[in-house]
């Protein structure tokens, strides 16, 4: 038997639902890690928050926005293997929990305060990098869940160029670096205004590896998207 680890979801809930219909949805989550062999150490309560930022994510195949959401936290010790099932489980109840986090912490309390006002998209901020085990690797590809990307980080990519491709179902730097130039030209064809995606992708790639000082260094040379 492998050794059980402490861990945390952070999740976002839906700001449509009522406050008790939030704290349902959360005794839902602690289920679903009951059911994966979790124990539950802690939870935090139920608050609803303003978001840093508009969250854009892709809901029953279609595009849902949240300026605001429910937010609340459990905290849970479980054997590292049983994280793809949860994740699993949490992803179907998306209507509800629309987005979260899942992060391995310790025991006290007081470090969960800090997880409060992240968007839960910035999982390497708050994942613990120092563990370079093969089993850490492995259990990071599972924290990382499903999010969208600030698409306007790319050069050249303004709100409605974004708003286009979303609707298109490309949410992620990952999902745009995939596209050639002539599929995006073809999703932005009706956006009024010169939009040259030229650059785009490679400048996604960069984006989805992290190698933010590399982008913006290129986006220095870069006018619109292009090369100056």
């Given at each position: 038997?492998?050794?059980?680890?402490?861990?945390e979801i952070?999740?976002?809930?839906?700001?449509?639902?009522?406050?008790?219909e939030?704290?349902?949805?959360?005794?839902k989550v602690?289920?679903?890690?009951?059911?994966?062999?979790?124990?539950?150490i802690?939870?935090?309560?139920?608050?609803?928050?303003?978001?840093?930022?508009?969250?854009?994510?892709?809901?029953?195949?279609?595009?849902?926005?949240?300026?605001?959401?429910?937010?609340?936290?459990?905290?849970f010790?479980?054997?590292?293997?049983?994280?793809?099932?949860?994740?699993?489980?949490?992803?179907?109840?998306?209507k509800?929990?629309?987005?979260?986090?899942?992060?391995?912490?310790?025991?006290?309390?007081?470090?969960?305060?800090?997880?409060?006002?992240?968007?839960?998209d910035?999982?390497?901020?708050?994942?613990?990098?120092?563990?370079?085990s093969?089993?850490?690797?492995?259990?990071?590809?599972?924290?990382?869940?499903?999010?969208?990307?600030?698409?306007?980080?790319?050069?050249?990519?303004?709100?409605?160029?974004?708003?286009?491709?979303?609707?298109?179902?490309?949410?992620?730097?990952?999902?745009?670096?995939?596209?050639?130039?002539?599929?995006?030209e073809?999703i932005?064809?009706?956006?009024?205004?010169?939009?040259?995606?030229?650059?785009?992708?490679?400048?996604?790639?960069?984006?989805?590896?992290?190698?933010?000082e590399?982008?913006?260094?290129?986006?220095?040379e870069?006018?619109?998207?292009?090369?100056?």
């Amino acid at each position: 038997m492998s050794q059980k680890n402490i861990y945390e979801i952070g999740m976002l809930i839906n700001p449509d639902l009522s406050q008790q219909e939030a704290g349902q949805t959360v005794e839902k989550v602690k289920d679903i890690l009951g059911k994966q062999g979790a124990s539950v150490i802690s939870e935090g309560e139920v608050v609803d928050i303003d978001l840093a930022y508009q969250i854009i994510t892709k809901i029953a195949s279609k595009n849902e926005r949240f300026d605001r959401a429910f937010f609340s936290w459990v905290k849970f010790e479980v054997e590292p293997s049983a994280q793809a099932g949860i994740k699993k489980e949490v992803d179907k109840i998306k209507k509800e929990v629309f987005r979260y986090l899942i992060v391995k912490t310790v025991a006290d309390d007081e470090a969960t305060d800090k997880y409060q006002n992240i968007s839960l998209d910035e999982e390497e901020e708050v994942v613990d990098a120092d563990d370079s085990s093969e089993e850490e690797a492995v259990e990071s590809d599972v924290i990382d869940t499903t999010a969208s990307d600030d698409l306007t980080k790319i050069e050249g990519i303004g709100p409605v160029v974004a708003e286009a491709l979303n609707s298109a179902g490309i949410n992620t730097f990952a999902d745009l670096a995939e596209k050639s130039k002539g599929e995006i030209e073809e999703i932005i064809a009706n956006v009024a205004g010169n939009h040259n995606p030229e650059t785009w992708a490679e400048q996604a790639k960069l984006a989805a590896n992290g190698e933010w000082e590399k982008l913006e260094e290129w986006q220095k040379e870069l006018d619109g998207g292009l090369e100056k």
